[in-house]
């Protein structure tokens, strides 16, 4: 099985400490990711060895209704607070492992790295179908937490 690896990087107009403390709560994920349905609250922190799970679905082909869903389980693998956040997750369907990192640059510079390795029959539509969804989806979601974070600032 092959991994894809996507990078995305955007400007947020919010010192590294906001931007972490909100990308570090999967239960709102889908306040910003367009693949993001719901996940585990937690009332503490994530810390490297915890767990959570999330739900998530994709429509393969834009054109096309029907969605593929998944319910992920995620741990956290890495943090360092306010600067780096990292987690594995895995599905019958996909593998993952993500990457945010904070940097301070009048703002934060926010880089989201992006593992990920297609399994069983969704394999077969990886590099044609899936790769370009997921760096659709990407570039949105990095989009929406921009404008997400700098509204919640004024």
């Known amino acids: 099985m092959q991994e894809h690896k996507l ?7 919010r010192p590294p400490v906001a931007v972490y403390s909100y990308v570090t709560q999967p ?6 990711h367009p693949a993001s349905e719901s996940a585990t609250p937690s009332a503490h922190t994530l810390m490297a060895g915890d767990h959570f799970e999330e739900d998530v679905s994709m429509r393969p082909i834009a054109w096309l209704p029907w969605r593929k869903r ?5 741990t956290v693998i890495h ?4 600067l780096v956040w990292e987690v594995h997750g895995t599905s ?16 934060t510079r926010f880089r989201r790295t992006f593992h990920f ?10 590099r044609s179908v899936v790769v370009p969804r997921m760096r659709a989806q990407s570039a949105q ?3 929406n937490l921009k404008r997400k974070l700098e ?4």
């Not at 990078?7 to 107009?13: A, D, H, L």
């Open 27 to 32: 239960w709102r994920w889908h306040e910003w």
């Open 79 to 82: 943090t360092e607070s306010p």
């Open 151 to 154: 509204e919640a600032a004024v």
């Open 141 to 143: 979601a990095l989009q």
């Open 117 to 126: 390795t297609v399994k069983n029959w969704m394999r077969f539509m990886g």
């Open 92 to 107: 019958p369907t996909i593998d993952v492992k993500v990457r945010y990192q904070m940097d301070a640059a009048q703002g």
């Open 70 to 74: 998944s319910h992920l389980r995620w």
């Open 7 to 13: 990078e995305n990087e955007i400007f947020i107009r």
